[in-house]
């Protein structure tokens, strides 16, 4: 009996359960005295008690703690006890939450362990903090033997959770309450070793960052990147946690030693880039050694910086030997103290204010250079201001004996062209790799404009190229037969090119790549050069350099679509142009699913039906079709009447193509837009017939549904699609005819093709089993005949297994075959030979080859009927014994 009280119903629900709901006292005692279990669960594990507090049932609750039930029973799913399941349930009704308080008091006073964790390794106190249950929470604390390090799997202490769900933090919030009851303000969570302060200084989290200070949080420590709060305070930019961090005594000259997300000056080579990618966001590099300032400027949190540079000051002026005193001259890894940093992104306001705060101006790096030397060889003239008007010693040298001013010089940093005027403006010298060139490739390969003109004005050649050195020497400038017009349109030096121009450059000239000046330009997408060169009366747009490439192509590769409007508005067929394959640019574009170019050249409206010049003959349409780019398909569809009906030499429509190359979505568009689906090509095969011989399931699927395609339509062999899918089987053949035989079930199965082949006579000759089966299932004539005489039971295979399984599959009496003679003997059909069918397989037999006689139970046909031989074994023996 107590077993029979302690099942569930069909609903899940037990006897006592549906007692106490009820609040039958009386009836729930009866239940217990007859041997009712409190204990008992129900099918999904959970303890009545479990049930009594998800519904909020305080009566139920208390009756069964008072009957002894477990209060630390989990449930196997989650691990929750019901002092878990009391906490996570969220109670509408007022007086439902005053009653689980209740509930949640009587379990800590029946043992229930607050410390025990569910499967996310939670405790009862992580759920109450995550939900806020102030009520519950007092209860908790109270409680003697709370162990709040516990950890969840994402290693948080519930303290992490009432700082981040929580803004205040005054004497009745989760945080002060849980810390009072020894919860640890220095908890380190996971393997990278951050601490709280690290955790929530990482969130933006300030308010909970000076909560932790004023308790006593430790706020020294390092993670393994060796970041200390106060880094993470200064990289996220929170001044007030800074400055809080500083006066508890946070040390600012600590340095991280692993890489760390900031901006990667020695990878450069340059310490004065700019520390943002062109999307504005901080580049991930590999810089380490950083102090909180160098943190600060690089993040440019200014009101950080502030915060440190007056803690400095507070330092010095009040002689807090507590405190320590920032060091504004360590170095990073990039070599860089913080002033060469703040003058590497460009923040001047940052360095006057690290100078007033004594940085020092003359430092030198590991190199012996200084921040004038820097700023000098990567022509920074803003910084290179700043450092002189600030007092830089102009004397320094470098570890070579140059000064500033000699380095400027020999970096031509400013020009001296009076110098040069009355040098000879053709003289030559020593170039790259020991080639020769003259004073005019020199100024352009330093990018001393002021120079170039100057000797451009003065009557140097200006369509001189460089020229190999003594012996030979030299690299590939010296036989690149690039004029000073080809280097400055590659390099964008606008203004020697205007005065190129102005002198009789040869705007026509070739480098050894064929290359005009014009295709460099249109490389290196110098829009201003490329209109100054449009402008020039005698430029040939026709030159095509060695990979026959047009300044026009040259423009379409690049998407420079400026560039190509520009070229066409000069020569308007320059888009018409054909490529050594055949290939004008609409046809490249569209093969490349370049949308840009192909809205580009559609929107200059070139011809939309031109056909490539190759053995293909395809439209643009045909080619966005292969491509399967849907878009370009729309777009052409749009722009072109009639591309829809234009056919490949072979007959083929856009849809044969998407059939062929499995692109049901393009299919669909096709339909949509009126395509003739039943157009056939050379062989008469319409798409259907290419889909399935392809094997291709969703275009099939397509083409049955979204079109009234003719699936009977036969080609040059006289077989339809099934034919096809019989003759040609893939792996989801049989997939193939179930979709055909659902959306068509009097498909005529039996139809045969020019060689007199059934499409299960194919399908069975090629060995495809599935797709056999799906035929004969269906209702296929088993002994359908071709020309040659051959059918599925006397065709020549290894092994006659499948032929053996087929007919096993036998659910309904499949047509009878006609014809003239036995389909077993060959014995022809007279007066003493009459015809009989099979009863099993429908073949036509003389008396002999069908002298057996079986009920056959499948087909209800419970008296002996005439049957082959091969019937006879299958029916009788068995498809399996007689494989």
């Known amino acids: 009996l107590p077993a029979v009280l302690d099942e569930a119903d ?3 629900d037990m006897a006592l359960d549906l007692a106490l709901l009820g609040r039958h006292h009386c009836i729930a005692d009866t239940l217990l005295k007859h041997g009712a279990s409190v204990t008992t669960t129900d099918p999904t594990g959970a303890s009545l008690l479990h049930r009594a507090v998800r519904r909020g049932d305080e009566f139920s609750a208390s009756f069964l703690m008072n009957h002894g039930c477990s209060v630390n029973v989990a449930t196997p799913g989650d691990g929750r006890t019901p002092l878990h399941s009391l906490v996570s349930q969220v109670y509408e009704d007022r007086q439902k939450r005053e009653d689980m308080v209740k509930v949640a008091q009587m379990m800590i006073e029946k043992g229930a362990d607050p410390n025990i964790q569910d499967k996310n390794m939670k405790t009862v106190m992580h759920l109450v903090v995550e939900g806020e249950r102030e009520e519950v929470f007092r209860v908790l604390i109270e409680h003697d033997n709370l162990r709040l390090e516990l950890r969840d799997k994402f290693g948080y202490p519930p303290l992490w959770y009432a700082l981040v769900n929580s803004t205040d933090f005054g004497d009745a919030s989760y945080a002060l309450l849980l810390i009072k009851k020894g919860a640890s303000p220095d908890a380190v969570v996971g393997s ?17 960052g000076l909560f932790l200070t004023t308790e006593g949080a430790n706020c020294n420590v390092v993670n393994a990147d060796g970041e200390t709060p106060l880094h993470i305070s200064c990289t996220v930019g929170l001044p007030s946690l800074t400055t809080a961090l500083l006066q508890i005594g946070a040390n600012p000259n600590l340095q991280t030693y692993s890489s760390t997300p900031t901006t990667n000056l ?3 080579g340059d310490p004065f880039a700019d520390d943002e990618s062109e999307n504005g966001s901080p580049s991930s590099t590999l810089t380490f050694r ?3 300032l160098h943190r600060a400027i690089k993040n440019k949190n200014e009101s950080d910086i502030r915060a440190i540079l007056d803690h400095k000051e507070y330092c010095e002026s009040n002689k807090a030997d507590n405190l320590l005193l920032p060091d504004l001259n360590l170095r990073d890894s990039d070599d860089l103290t913080a002033l060469g940093v703040a003058l590497g992104t460009g923040q001047l306001t940052v360095a006057k204010h690290l100078l007033e705060a004594s940085a020092d101006l003359n430092t030198t790096d590991s190199q012996g250079l200084g921040l004038l030397h820097m700023a000098i060889q990567l022509k920074d003239i803003h910084v290179a201001t700043f450092l002189i008007n600030n007092g830089t010693d102009v004397n320094l040298r470098t570890r070579e004996g140059q000064s500033p001013l000699e380095l400027c010089i020999n970096e031509g940093f400013g020009s001296v062209v009076a110098l040069l005027y009355h040098v000879d403006t053709d003289n030559w010298g020593d170039g790259p790799d020991g080639c020769l060139q003259t004073l005019l490739h020199k100024a352009i390969d330093e990018n001393r404009e002021d120079i170039a003109c100057f000797l451009i004005r003065s009557g140097c050649d200006v369509n001189v190229v460089r020229k190999p050195g003594p012996g030979g020497t030299g690299g590939e400038e010296a036989t690149d037969q690039q004029t000073p017009l080809h280097l400055c349109c590659s390099w964008g030096l606008e203004d020697i090119v205007q ?14 790549e064929n290359k005009t000046p014009l295709h460099h330009a249109i490389e290196n997408a110098h829009t201003t050069i490329i209109s100054l060169l449009l402008s020039h009366p005698s430029l040939d747009l026709t030159l095509r350099d060695k990979s026959g490439i047009t300044p026009f192509a040259a423009a379409m590769l690049r998407k420079n679509n400026k560039a190509a409007q520009a070229i066409l508005s000069r020569e308007p067929k320059a888009a018409e142009q054909y490529d050594h394959k055949g290939h004008n640019f609409l046809h490249v574009a569209i093969q490349k699913k370049d949308m840009e170019s192909v809205l580009f050249l559609l929107s200059i409206h070139v011809d939309m039906h031109t056909r490539t010049q190759d053995q293909l003959s395809l439209t643009p349409l045909h080619l966005a079709t292969l491509s399967g780019s849907e878009m370009i398909v729309r777009n052409l569809l749009l722009a072109g009447s009639g591309a829809i009906s234009e056919l490949t030499p072979q007959k083929q429509t856009v849809l044969h193509l998407a059939a062929a190359h499995d692109h049901p979505h393009l299919a669909s568009i096709f339909i949509e837009n009126g395509v003739n689906v039943d157009a056939v090509d050379d062989n008469l095969n319409n798409a259907l017939h290419v889909a399935v011989k392809e094997g291709h399931l969703s275009l099939v699927k397509v083409l049955l549904t979204e079109s009234r395609i003719n699936a009977g339509a036969v080609n040059l062999r006289g077989q339809n699609p099934l034919h096809v899918l019989g003759n040609y089987p893939k792996e989801n053949a049989a997939a193939i005819a179930e979709v055909f035989l659902e959306t068509m079930p009097d498909y005529d199965l039996n139809k045969v093709d020019v060689e007199g082949n059934s499409a299960l006579l194919l399908a069975y000759m090629r060995g495809a089993g599935q797709l ?14 071709n020309k040659h005489g051959v059918n599925i039971f006397n065709y020549q295979v290894p092994t006659k297994t499948l032929l053996f399984r087929l007919l096993d599959v036998l659910s309904v009496e499949p047509p009878w075959s006609e014809g003239e003679l036995c389909m077993e003997c060959g014995a022809k059909f007279g007066i003493a030979t009459r015809k009989h069918h099979c009863r099993h397989c429908g073949r036509l037999l003389c008396n002999r080859c069908s002298d057996k006689d079986v009920p056959i139970l499948k087909f209800s046909l419970n008296k002996p009927v005439r049957v082959c031989q091969t019937c006879f074994d299958v029916l009788t023996l068995g498809a399996a014994a007689i494989s």
């Open 266 to 268: 020695a990878a450069t």
């Open 10 to 12: 069909e609903a899940g």
């Open 499 to 512: 005065t190129l121009l102005e002198h009789g450059a040869k705007v026509n000239a070739k480098d050894c």
């Open 290 to 292: 950083e102090t909180a």
């Open 192 to 208: 990278s070793g951050e601490s709280l302060l690290h955790l929530v200084a990482r969130e933006g989290l300030e308010e909970a």
């Open 772 to 785: 056999c089966r799906v035929f004969v299932r269906s209702g296929a004539c088993l002994g359908s005949t």
